[in-house]
Structures are given as structure tokens and as C-alpha cells.
């Protein structure tokens, strides 16, 4: 067997619809809310900042969810992503347990936030739309929609968090590349950019902030829409084609994860690798481990509260019960930009509540240490959030080792890295460090949630 299962030629191998979990959870998940009334919302009150199909989706529970032609014939480009047996760095770990990995950086943006940039690009072109607004962490998300936007022919606007916006200037330039406009959040564009303003001239922005500009413009216009790149259940669907894909190439491998990996920012690409395995292990069909992996200096699901939350700092989006750190919670700076989200996706949320996924943080240096070595054995450069997975994937082989178990392995790569390689070099010269969260901020934003009596509904 070769270690790479991947069919180039034979497009039949690409999915033909997306799984939905909502289907098969054993217990419904909490519904979101309004944000004035905090009653549960209905598809229209979502209507300002989506378009019809999307908004479908969000609140679907149907099981399989057709991809369209047109979004499966631009998944063609690069699907299926290769699944890779990591036969050299089991060697070097010199563990009996298998490692297989899905590498999504063979997208043209470089990680697998296109799997749903193309799909919400295309939904909003057949509903007439002409322009997206979208916020951006690292950059991945906005350079993501910013290509799909140039496929369907919208506009496309990021608001990008400022200190990335000023740290990751190849980021911005492959934005405009394709065609969209990057402006720098906090920006004074929106009352919500100009109110933070007011407050810390400074301000080097948040995710939650950002969010809360790119929203506020999409809600003003009729021919604007808002597009997200994670959290939020229609992302989350989009990205199952990458577990409905390894569980084909798995096959063809001859072989069943014992364990299965994502790194979790906002949730999407592990939800994407791990929700077609939960569906298995809840029909009881296989029982894999599933462990979410995420930054200890923002540790959503390891030391947040499940809770009703925002997801944005202007208090402009619904609520959905999350784990969260608080809506005011500013994270650190760190490398792992994308992971530098306050809140986990609701879906993600209720299976680790409902204790289907063992949740997991690690340091960054850590982190860097098992990019290296993947980079080393394997050649691929993860991005700083994949190196998450890497470090999860790592350790159980190690453990494997130690318990003298073969087991199977499967994590999602979930990026590569060439856009971060200030990050390494930071690292080479040992001056990463391993940033604490601020314990007092944390229990400050923790006692700033919003009260909601979950007993009414
Ligand atoms: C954005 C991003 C993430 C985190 O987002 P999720 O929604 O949690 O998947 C992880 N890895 C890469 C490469 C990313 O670009």
C-alpha cells in the first residue's frame, strides 16, 4: 500500500452531500436566542444578515444535505484532500500505533476553510447577493472568501483583527489578490469599531469585535450579506465532506481510527473530521476516541463555562449556549490566530456536554516542538493551529508506545503553514513563550455573561 490514499482521476470519490449531526444527537441542542428579547429566535430573524439557503441550513435537521454541482465541480480542484499515512514519523516516534493524516492545506487558500467559503459564496450568488462581509483572525478565513468571492463574482470586504492585520502582511496580500478589500479592525467604518475605539485608541482587536463590524454593515444593506467561517452550524456542516472522504480512504486503507483529532477554534474542522465517526459511534457501528484539541491560553472548552454567550463583542449576534470564556474575554497573543476565539461551535459544545468528545489543551511551545517534528519526518509544515492535532496525535502514539497498543491514529491537518514561518523562525530562536491567560480577566468576562433563564424554553 502506498501511504498516500488519494484519487486524483476518480472525482466519483467526492461526496455528494454533507452529514448533519443535529439528525442523530440523542438530545436537541439548546436553541439560540434573540439578543434583545432573549427568547429562541426563528430562520427570520436571521434574515438580515444570511440568505435563505444558508439560513436553511443553519436550522436543518435533516440528515444528508446534497452538495450543489457547481460548489462539488470547485471541490474537484483539490478533493479529496490526500489522507496520508505517516509512516516516517511513526518510525521516528518508533510507536506500534498507526498514523493517518487528512491534509486539507492543499486548498487553494491553504487550510480547509474553502470547503465552506465556496459553498456560502454560492448560496449567496444564487440569491442575488453582491457582496459578503466577513471578519478574519490569521487571515485564513478572509483569504478563503476572498477566493470564493472571485469565483462567483462578489464583492468581498474583512474586517482583519489589526494586530494581524499588521503582523501577517502576506495574508492581506493574497486577500487582494483575489480581489477583496482588507481593512484593519478595530476600524472607525462601524459604531461598533468606533465605540472600541473610543474606549482604547489602541485596540489591537478581537475576533469578537471584528465579527461585530462585519455584521453591523451586512444588517444596513439589502444586497449585503455576512459570511462566517466557523462556529456556526451550516460551517460545520459544510466541512464534513473531510470525515465523509477519510472514511472512505480509510477503508480503502483497510483500517478504523481507534482515535480521531481535531485542532478547535471555533470548531469546524474538528466537527468536519470528527461528526461523520460520532454518527458511527452513536449508532454504535464503531467507538473511537474523540479528542478536540485546543491553545491552554484560550481554553474554551478545558476552562470556560457552558453557558449562553454572544458570539461577538458588540452584542449584535444571537446567543447560542457554548463553552466560552466570556464575550469581553480578550485571549493573549499567540501564534495560533485562528484559535483565538472566545466561544466553541453550540454543536461542538453539546457533544463534548453530552461527553462524546474528550476536550484537550496544549501550550504553544509544545506545539511547535510536534509541528517540527511532523515537518521533519512527513516534509509538510503545519500551520501553528494543525500543530495542535500534531501535538494530540503525538502523544497518543507515544502512549500507544508505552502501553505496547497498536492503535490507529487519524487527525486532521488542517493547514499549512507557509504564511506563518515568522512563527517558527520566532520559535527557533527561542522566543515563543507560553503566554498564561489572565485568570482575573477570565472570571471578570465569566461574571459579565448574560443572565438567561433556561427554564422558560
Ligand atoms: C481557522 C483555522 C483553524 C481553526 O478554525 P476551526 O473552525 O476550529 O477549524 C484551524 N486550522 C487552520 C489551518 C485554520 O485556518
Known amino acids: 500500500m502506498s501511504d498516500k490514499v488519494k484519487y486524483l482521476l476518480d472525482e466519483s470519490r467526492i461526496p455528494?452531500?454533507?452529514?448533519?449531526?443535529?439528525?442523530?444527537?440523542p438530545v436537541p441542542p439548546p436553541p439560540p436566542l434573540h439578543p434583545g428579547t432573549l427568547k429562541p429566535i426563528g430562520p427570520d430573524d436571521l434574515a438580515p444578515i444570511f440568505c435563505p439557503a444558508i439560513i436553511e441550513q443553519e436550522v436543518s435537521a435533516e440528515r444528508w444535505i446534497e452538495i450543489?454541482?457547481?460548489?462539488?465541480?470547485?471541490?474537484?480542484?483539490?478533493?479529496?484532500?490526500?489522507?496520508?499515512r505517516?509512516?516516517?514519523?511513526e518510525q521516528a516516534l518508533d510507536t506500534p500505533a498507526k498514523i493517518f493524516f487528512k491534509y486539507e492545506g492543499v486548498s487553494p487558500a491553504g487550510s480547509h476553510k474553502p470547503n465552506s467559503s465556496v459553498a456560502q459564496a454560492y448560496y449567496n450568488q444564487q440569491a442575488g447577493i453582491k457582496k459578503l462581509t466577513t471578519e478574519t483572525g490569521a487571515g485564513q478565513w478572509g483569504s478563503s472568501l476572498a477566493y470564493a468571492g472571485a469565483l462567483f463574482g462578489l464583492d468581498v470586504e474583512v474586517y482583519m483583527v489589526k494586530v494581524s492585520y499588521q503582523q501577517k502582511p502576506y495574508r492581506r496580500a493574497l486577500m487582494e489578490t483575489y480581489g477583496a478589500r482588507c481593512?484593519?479592525?478595530?476600524?472607525?467604518?462601524?459604531?461598533s469599531g468606533r465605540a472600541i475605539l473610543e474606549q482604547s485608541p489602541d485596540s489591537t482587536g478581537s475576533l469578537g469585535i471584528a465579527i461585530s463590524e462585519a455584521v453591523e454593515l451586512a444588517a444596513q444593506r439589502d444586497d449585503t450579506k455576512y459570511a462566517l467561517g466557523s462556529v456556526l452550524n451550516h460551517v460545520l456542516l459544510h466541512q464534513t465532506i473531510i470525515g465523509e472522504e477519510a472514511m472512505l480512504q480509510m477503508a480503502d486503507a483497510e483500517a478504523q481510527p481507534d482515535i480521531v483529532i481535531g485542532c478547535a477554534g471555533g470548531g469546524s474542522n474538528f466537527a468536519g473530521i470528527a461528526f461523520p465517526y460520532?454518527?458511527?459511534?452513536?449508532?454504535?457501528?464503531?467507538?473511537?476516541?474523540?479528542?478536540?484539541?485546543?491553545?491552554?491560553?484560550c481554553p474554551t472548552m478545558t476552562r470556560g463555562r457552558y453557558a449562553y454567550d454572544f458570539g461577538d463583542t458588540g452584542h449584535l449576534t444571537p446567543l447560542v449556549k457554548m463553552h466560552t470564556l466570556g464575550s469581553t474575554f480578550i485571549p493573549p497573543g499567540f501564534h495560533a490566530g485562528g484559535l483565538r476565539y472566545h466561544g466553541m461551535a453550540p454543536l461542538v459544545s453539546h457533544v463534548l456536554n453530552l461527553g462524546l468528545v474528550e476536550p484537550r489543551a496544549y501550550a504553544q511551545t509544545e506545539c511547535f516542538a510536534?509541528?517540527?517534528?511532523?515537518?521533519?519526518?512527513?516534509?509538510?509544515?503545519?500551520?501553528?493551529?494543525?500543530?495542535?492535532?500534531?501535538?494530540a496525535a503525538i502523544d497518543e502514539a507515544l502512549r500507544c508506545k508505552a502501553e505496547g497498543k497498536a492503535e490507529t491514529i487519524l487527525f486532521c491537518l488542517s493547514g499549512h503553514g507557509h504564511f506563518d514561518m515568522q512563527a517558527y523562525t520566532d520559535y527557533f530562536a527561542g522566543k515563543l513563550q507560553d503566554v498564561p491567560f489572565d485568570q482575573q480577566a477570565l472570571d471578570k468576562a465569566l461574571s459579565e455573561l448574560p443572565q438567561?433563564?433556561?427554564s422558560a424554553f
Open 16 to 25: 455528494k452531500a454533507w452529514y448533519n449531526i443535529v439528525a442523530d444527537l
Open 68 to 84: 450543489p454541482e457547481p460548489v462539488r465541480d470547485i471541490y474537484k480542484l483539490w478533493r479529496p484532500s490526500p489522507l496520508i
Open 86 to 89: 505517516a509512516r516516517r514519523l
Open 183 to 191: 481593512i484593519p479592525s478595530p476600524s472607525p467604518l462601524t459604531a
Open 278 to 297: 460520532l454518527r458511527e459511534k452513536l449508532a454504535g457501528r464503531l467507538n473511537p476516541k474523540v479528542i478536540a484539541v485546543e491553545p491552554a491560553s
Open 370 to 391: 510536534a509541528a517540527v517534528q511532523l515537518a521533519r519526518a512527513e516534509g509538510i509544515v503545519p500551520a501553528p493551529e494543525s500543530s495542535h492535532a500534531v501535538k
Open 452 to 454: 438567561v433563564d433556561e
